[in-house]
């Protein structure tokens, strides 16, 4: 049987990346006839991205999950530190994105390329971390744990507190986040119009 909080960091992972996937799409359809609704649409995604896995979830892994992988497989720690690394720059690279993206909206297309250009880094960055994640941290964890390293972490990932996550402990303002979000991106994001 897995581990609860092993079900939950892979729920929070799948969120995250339909999340990037879905920014993806519509960074590659871009505004359109309709650039308030494309630049609003962006902009909650970014703000989910800025919200929940950086504030949240990052600190439980970078806390928590990679103290104890690192303590049983030292091998492990040159790619914990990389990992680790990469949660600490998270926060302020979207941050920069979200610049980049007010600055397209209100400065206008000279400054879209930069903002694209970002993104795709950015996309890229963050899909390849929770790889990593995925193939090499998760797997050793399960490997290596014992019945206390799971109650521990499961004490603190037990509960997906991931609004994308089917049965999380939801906020109500993170409903309609995700409702705006919804109702306003074009499919196959969104029930938006075309």
Do not use: C
């Amino acid at each position: 049987m897995q581990p609860t909080s092993l079900q939950v960091i892979r729920d929070e992972h799948a969120a995250l990346a339909a999340m990037l996937l879905s920014l993806q799409l519509m960074v590659e359809r871009g505004p359109g006839d309709a650039p308030e609704s494309f630049f609003d649409v962006v902009r909650a995604m970014l703000f989910y991205i800025d919200e929940f896995p950086e504030k949240l979830h990052h600190p439980m892994e970078s806390d928590v999950l990679f103290p104890r992988v690192a303590r049983l497989s030292p091998q492990t720690r040159p790619l914990i530190e990389r990992l680790d690394r990469d949660h600490m720059k998270g926060e302020s690279a979207v941050r920069e994105l979200q610049h980049r993206l007010l600055a397209w909206e209100l400065m206008g297309e000279s400054r879209r390329e930069a903002f694209e250009t970002e993104a795709r880094k950015y996309l890229d960055f963050y899909l390849e971390h929770m790889r990593l994640e995925e193939t090499e941290i998760l797997p050793e964890a399960k490997r290596l744990f014992d019945a206390d390293d799971w109650k521990a972490l499961d004490a603190v990932f037990g509960v997906s507190r991931d609004p994308l996550v089917s049965g999380a402990a939801r906020d109500g303002n993170y409903n309609r986040l995700f409702t705006r979000i919804l109702m306003k991106a074009p499919a196959p994001i969104g029930v938006g119009p075309a």
